[in-house]
Nanobody, 123 residues
């Protein structure tokens, strides 16, 4: 049974930092592209960042470029999202996702989703 579990969310002041983690079990981690999505209240879910199976290629939404960094540790089956210079508009539920095909992940149609971790940035 595949499980995708996020952690690391919380409440932080604007300008602060958080590091999200996502562990995946029940699958061969390095066979999957991984990504982070977020959904704010009343808004559609949006792609934040994604990373290829090897970690050699990454994608960032324009809204987070230069502030967020995605990485993965295939030996530990863990995905990370380092979030710096956080803004109130980054407040959302953050979801980890996995799919063997990076293209499907980037289209927001991954095979597996986590349950989400809440990030709240106060002004």
């Amino acid at each position: 049974q595949v499980q995708v579990v996020e952690s690391g969310g919380g409440l932080v002041q604007a300008g602060g930092s958080l590091k999200l983690s996502c562990t995946a079990s029940g699958l061969t981690f390095d066979d999957y592209a991984m990504g982070w999505f977020r959904q704010a209240p009343g808004k559609e879910r949006e792609g934040v960042s994604s990373i290829s199976r090897s970690g050699g290629s990454t994608y960032y939404a324009d809204s987070v470029k230069g502030r967020f960094t995605i990485s993965r540790d295939n030996a530990e089956n863990t995905l990370y999202l380092q979030m710096n210079s956080l803004k109130p508009e980054d407040t959302a539920m953050y979801y980890c996702a996995a799919d063997p095909l990076w293209a499907l992940l980037q289209r927001g149609r991954p095979k597996y989703w986590g349950q989400g971790t809440q990030v709240t940035v106060s002004s």
